[in-house]
């Protein structure tokens, strides 16, 4: 029987920006205040064992508010925004169903795009074409993505042999050109767009920050952790040794650096990644900015962002 005086599901709260830029503990006062459930936005915090690297939330945070999509696959399984938005769809109505607040925070931007606007039609992987592709030398691979699909190649990350092979593969199996299938991507969730909160900070302040998490990370134990996950495959997942952090360390225990230089590399490769994602994200989603003062109190923040949502 339908009750006629149920409550509509409360709407998801959206909480982006940098890396080490506060949204965490932000996420955690709203959460407490709205009656709220954290959904993580981080493709990386999804693999168990990679917990500090990650800067995961402690086991006294999460029994402080519950937390979803962390830990939910193994070192070995293939992770992507496909199955991200899944299993956020899930979430988000598990959390709706118990009347509380879906609180989506990170800092993986491909995910909350994924969420807000839609995943479109580009196939699955192919693992025969995928080994192929990837067996091939990184200018051919550009050579043939230039031709076929400039507009991707003017804009694609060169560098990164993941992404140009990904596209490749995307046009090879539809013989479309990977530009045109991202531009066919549909709006599904842009009535939420109003209550994407991007979190900033003055570029020192957020400099200063990364530095103390990286020193804390590593005084922790990350070069300990990643020699464990070493042990546990870490190597074989290329999407997981993308992580800042592991894979500069797993080079310091190959011999590549020592331990004060591996340190130093991975606090400016954080600080770097911080830059793309703050770009990232006023480019490519339509994101309300809150600006936090260094000495920013996150219970603080959280009030004024309750009001704020309020009226939206």
Not at 11 to 24: E, H, N
Not at 177 to 189: C, H, K, L, V, Y
Not at 218 to 237: H, P, Q, S, Y
Not at 250 to 263: D, F, K
Request: include cysteine.
């Amino acid at each position: 029987m339908h009750d006629g005086n149920a409550r509509p599901p409360l709407a998801p709260v959206f909480l982006a920006g940098p890396t080490a830029v506060g949204k965490s503990a932000v996420a955690l006062a709203l959460a407490e205040l709205l009656g709220g459930e954290i959904i993580s936005v981080d493709s990386m915090q999804v693999y168990r064992g990679l917990d500090l690297g990650t800067a995961k939330p402690t086991a006294v945070e999460r029994a402080r508010v519950p937390h979803h999509l962390i830990d939910v696959v193994e070192l070995t399984e293939a992770f992507d925004a496909a199955k991200f938005v899944r299993l956020a769809e899930t979430a988000v109505q598990d959390i709706q169903a118990r009347g509380r607040v879906p609180i989506f925070c990170g800092g993986t931007g491909l995910y909350f795009k994924a969420w807000l606007d839609g995943l479109g039609e580009a196939p699955p992987s192919d693992a025969r074409l995928r080994a192929e592709l990837e067996a091939a030398p990184l200018a051919e691979l550009l050579v043939e993505l230039e031709q076929r699909d400039p507009a991707t190649f003017a804009r694609i990350d060169r560098q990164n042999p993941r992404r140009v092979v990904r596209a490749l593969e995307v046009i090879q199996l539809t013989g479309k050109p990977f530009s045109a299938q991202r531009a066919e991507w549909s709006s599904r969730n842009t009535q939420h767009a109003a209550r994407l909160l991007c979190f900033s900070r003055e570029p020192a302040d957020l400099r200063a920050r990364i530095e103390a998490r990286v020193d804390a990370m590593f005084a922790a134990g990350l070069v300990e952790e990643t020699r464990g996950l070493l042990v546990r495959g870490l190597e074989a997942n290329r999407t997981a040794m993308q992580a800042l952090g592991y894979r500069q360390v797993v080079e310091h225990l190959r011999g590549a650096r020592g331990r004060a230089e591996t340190i130093a590399l991975v606090k400016t490769r954080t600080w770097q990644f911080a830059r793309r994602q703050g770009t990232w994200f006023r480019g490519q989603l339509a994101v309300e900015r809150v600006p936090l003062a260094a000495d920013a109190d996150p219970a603080a923040v959280a009030g004024g962002l309750r009001t704020r949502l309020a009226q939206t």
